[in-house]
Antibody, heavy 117, light 109 residues
């Protein structure tokens, strides 16, 4: 059974950097895309970007300048960093396993991120 | 960017009734890259349908998907209590770029 477990700081101040990590267990880490998605009442579900086990990453154009993904294949983990946070970055962040046309067949439990001074 | 518009925003139905949810795209979508998710309160989205009409493992056969081009539908025949939730469509438009619809809430009438 594939399980995605995510963690990271949930309360941040404007201009700070968000860091989240997602650990994958119960399945192969290669052969899939690993995405980050966020959800807010204002924007709904928003795809942030995806990476592969090789670390080849693609980002949403709207967030590209502030996002970086990294991969640790020894631990079957992938991570998100989002810089220069503002209140508009508040929401629930999810990691997910997907394929070419599919964002996620398995999802992490979600992390509520609040950006407030 | 392909915009997905779901309708209706809210669907009020009774258990046992049939639900039909729509997802309209601003440009033609490859049918292989259209998916539907269910989200219950406090939970992550759950994959129901991929490639327009293929059910994900473990999804009951009362869920079905259809469509092509710019118009897709998700049908739920015989609503069960656990089916009252929010449903999202999602497409992949290359680049790569994934987008979601704004959701349809299926509520108990």
């Amino acid at each position: 059974q594939v399980l995605l477990q995510q963690w990271g700081a949930g309360l941040l101040k404007p201009s700070e950097t968000l860091s989240l990590t997602c650990a994958v267990s119960g399945g192969s880490f290669s052969g899939y895309y690993w995405s980050w998605i966020r959800q807010s009442p204002e924007k709904g579900l928003e795809w942030i970007g995806r990476t592969s086990h090789t670390g080849l990453s693609t980002y949403s154009p709207s967030l590209r300048s502030r996002v970086t993904f990294s991969v640790d294949t020894s631990k079957n983990q992938f991570s998100l960093k989002l810089t220069s946070l503002t209140a508009a970055d508040t929401g629930v962040y999810y990691c997910a396993r997907g394929e070419v046309g599919l964002v996620g067949d398995y999802w992490g439990q979600g992390t509520l991120v609040t950006v407030s001074s | 960017e392909i915009v997905l518009t779901q309708s209706p925003g809210t669907l009020s139905l009774s258990p046992g009734e049939r639900a039909t949810l729509s997802c309209r795209a601003s440009q033609s979508v490859n049918s292989a890259y259209l998916a539907w998710y269910q989200q219950r309160p406090g939970q992550a989205p759950r994959l129901l349908i991929y490639a327009t009409s293929s059910r994900a493992p473990g999804i009951p056969d009362r869920f079905s998907g259809s469509g092509s081009g710019t118009y897709f539908t998700l049908s739920i025949s015989g609503l069960e209590p656990e089916d009252f939730a929010v449903y999202y469509c999602q497409q992949y438009g290359g680049s790569p770029q994934y987008t979601f619809g704004q959701g349809t809430k299926v509520e108990i009438k």
